[in-house]
């Protein structure tokens, strides 16, 4: 099992550790690609309205506002059912009732008059003449009045007929006033001087032939019912609008209210929403790609920490996403106060630095914003506590640093706020409500901090991080490495402390790390610890064990201090940046010393110096650079018998000048100007180390001769 463990943490570290995937353009182009789909995917459903699966009678857990404007269309159908039920039918008067009813009654009274005179016809013919023309609302005891009236009369009749249907049907005469016929026709006949068999006659053939000559219109009564309904403006459901309480009965109407806004899971996707969040992830992570990909050399992050950075950005997506998942099904809208967004950038500082994290910052509370239904006041809580937090651990010096940092998260929170609730239109503040909001921001905070140091060491643990923390941690002295130089090699380890003091003086000049320089010049000569006896600086004795050796066994002893280091480190899973200290504190310098003895030993001439280098490689970085100046400068100083500041800044330029003159500083970004202000920060640190001391009187003399 621990053999498993040890490949499977070997392979880890060498893909951590292998150029190709650091550099590949093709690997960066995927992650990139990666960390969209995956922002887009996690955090569509918190940006999109949420999808209800109610039926009528359930109960919603939730207080469910409508999340745009939309037209209600229950209460619109009803209101224009409402103004289509007031339109009234649509009637044309047609002439030819009127007509025909005259017809009726004129060929009604010609045949009367033809069979009255008719002496050749019975009784019964008439009347089946007469009953063959007759209306037939006409009674039979009507024509057998009619047949009774003298040819004459006949006449008149038909002329009061005839005028009292011209005055009832040349106006409109609907079924209304159909009903009311028999009225109308006795009004008629008062204006005519007849006996009453007369009246009664006029009056049974007028009502016999009478018909509403008011024809309904169908098209036309249909097209004012329609623009009668396109009359009534919609009834909306106002954004914002509470469509129904928390625990409030779901009716018809209320579920209907919610497909009309689009909140039911039966609605159709909204296509436009998706799209647009799919361009604003696109155009959020192009750009913050754009501001990565353009920073300097030095700057640059490679694509291992494109990953940390990725993983950071994820993780809170999740969070965001998690929060409007369990606001949406119920859970108080105040937790989103809680969302520790400072979270993000903080660990953004300490693993890369602050630049990145304020980009960062902006980009997650704009998400955070949108996520809460697009608040503006939680993308300005978001954001002003990511760059009060991404400052806060700017240097880290020691894990209080980051509850200082939640303190003052907190602080800012709670000011956001107190702005927030003060610009409120309404003067009446809730003072419950606020008193929640300030304790969550507060919380928010600490939680933000406490969840940094939580998951920080995963990160640096996972990849191989080295961070402010990390290096503060192996800078203890009782790390075991440290502790066995101590023990094993005290001269290398006290030359190695003033080295390290040396190289972050140096570092903080010119904007290099100086706490990686600190711990890096700690650690870069643990490999003397296997032979430390062949390093002049632990002999305590006058006796060099390199007299008793050939030249070039000594030099291969000196030089293996290097790869044993290096072994060492890497067993101890130290982080590649120290361990680029340790293999490249001496670049390919010469060991000057042995050769020069084995060219004085050789007799045939073959000796060539670089037989006697070191195997490098040379420094990439300004601070495995300055740890190789500071490491040589430190062992010339100490071996000058009077280290005064002239010589001793002699001493320095003359092995800066070496260096460059050897193409040592050829492969690290270092300036010249860099180079001479390090001069300066060595001889300050130096005074303070080599400085001029008083010789004390011999006390025993003394003693001597005041005769104590």
Not at 119 to 126: A, D, E, G, I, V
């Amino acid at each position: 099992m621990w053999t498993f463990w040890e490949t499977w943490r070997q392979a880890v570290r060498r893909w951590r550790e292998d150029e190709r995937f650091r550099e590949s353009k093709r690997v960066r182009v995927a992650i990139w690609v990666s960390l969209a789909l995956a922002m887009y995917w996690l955090l569509l459903g918190s940006v999109l309205p949420p999808r209800y699966h109610f039926k009528v009678g359930q109960t919603s857990p939730v207080t469910i506002v409508a999340p745009t404007t939309a037209v209600d269309t229950a209460a619109t159908e009803q209101a224009r059912a409402a103004a289509v039920k007031r339109v009234p039918k649509q009637y044309v008067q047609s002439q030819a009732v009127e007509i025909e009813a005259l017809n009726q009654v004129d060929q009604l009274f010609t045949t009367a008059e033809q069979v009255v005179t008719d002496k050749t016809m019975s009784r019964t013919q008439r009347l089946d003449s007469l009953l063959a023309v007759a209306p037939r609302k006409l009674d039979v005891a009507t024509l057998k009045l009619l047949l009774t009236v003298k040819p004459s009369q006949l006449a008149m009749l038909q002329n009061v007929c005839d005028r009292i249907v011209h005055t009832l049907l040349d106006v409109p005469f609907n079924e209304s006033l159909m009903e009311e016929a028999s009225l109308l026709v006795d009004r008629q006949l008062l204006n005519y001087s007849l006996d009453r068999v007369s009246q009664n006659i006029v009056q049974n053939v007028v009502l016999s032939v009478l018909r509403p000559n008011m024809i309904y219109q169908a098209e036309a009564t249909r097209a004012a019912q329609e623009q009668a309904a396109r009359s009534v403006p919609p009834i909306l459901i106002h954004e914002g609008q509470v469509i129904v309480e928390r625990n409030g009965v779901i009716t018809p109407r209320v579920l209907q209210q919610l497909q009309d806004v689009g909140l039911l899971s039966s609605n159709r996707p909204n296509y436009a929403m998706s799209a647009g969040f799919a361009l604003y992830i696109l155009l959020s992570v192009g750009l913050l790609a754009a501001y990565v990909e353009q920073r300097s050399a030095r700057r640059r992050l490679d694509n291992l920490m494109l990953v940390v950075l990725g993983l950071v950005l994820v993780m809170m997506s999740v969070l965001i996403s998690v929060t409007k998942t369990i606001i949406n099904d119920g859970g108080p809208s105040s937790i989103a106060y809680l969302v520790p967004v400072s979270l993000g950038p903080m660990l953004i500082t300490v693993l890369m630095d602050a630049s990145v994290a304020v980009v960062v910052a902006f980009y997650l509370s704009l998400l955070y914003g949108a996520a809460l239904d697009f608040g503006y006041w939680f993308t300005v809580l978001g954001f002003v506590g990511s760059l009060v937090g991404a400052y806060s651990v700017a240097k880290v010096t020691h894990r209080g640093t980051f509850m200082r940092a939640g303190f003052f998260v907190s602080g800012m929170n709670a000011l956001v706020i107190l702005a927030m609730n003060l610009l409120q239109h309404n003067s009446e503040i809730d003072v419950h409500a606020v008193s929640l909001e300030f304790g969550l921001g507060l919380l928010n905070g600490i939680a933000s901090a406490v969840l940094t140091m939580g998951i920080l060491p995963f990160l640096e643990s996972a990849f191989g991080l080295l961070t402010a923390i990390h290096l503060l941690e192996l800078s203890n002295p009782n790390h075991p490495l440290l502790r066995k130089l101590l023990l094993e090699a005290p001269g290398t380890y006290h030359h190695s402390l003033i080295v390290g003091n040396l190289a972050e003086a140096a570092a903080e000049l010119v904007g290099a790390d100086p706490l990686l320089c600190r711990v890096g010049a700690y650690y870069h000569d643990v490999g003397k610890t296997k032979r430390p006896m062949f390093f002049v600086e632990n002999q305590m004795t006058k006796e060099n064990p390199h007299d008793k050796i050939a030249p070039s066994l000594s030099h291969l002893i000196i030089t293996s201090h290097v790869s044993d280091g290096l072994r060492m480190l890497e067993e101890a899973g130290l982080p590649k940046p120290i361990r680029e200290i340790c293999a490249t504190h001496h670049g390919t310098t010469i060991l000057w010393y042995f050769y020069n003895k084995a060219r004085e030993m050789d007799k045939t001439g073959t000796v060539k110096v670089d037989d006697f280098r070191y195997p490098g490689p040379k420094p990439k970085t300004r601070e495995c650079a300055i740890v190789m100046i500071c490491d040589a400068v430190e062992a010339a100083v100490r071996s000058m018998s009077r280290p005064t500041p002239n010589r001793v800044e002699g001493v320095i330029r003359k092995i800066i000048r070496d260096r460059l003159e050897d193409g040592q500083l050829d492969e690290c970004d270092l300036t010249l100007q860099d180079l001479d202000a390090m001069v300066g920060a060595f001889m300050k640190t130096l005074k303070g180390i080599y400085h001029a001391r008083i010789e004390y009187p011999d006390l025993d003399k003394i003693r001597k001769e005041v005769g104590r």
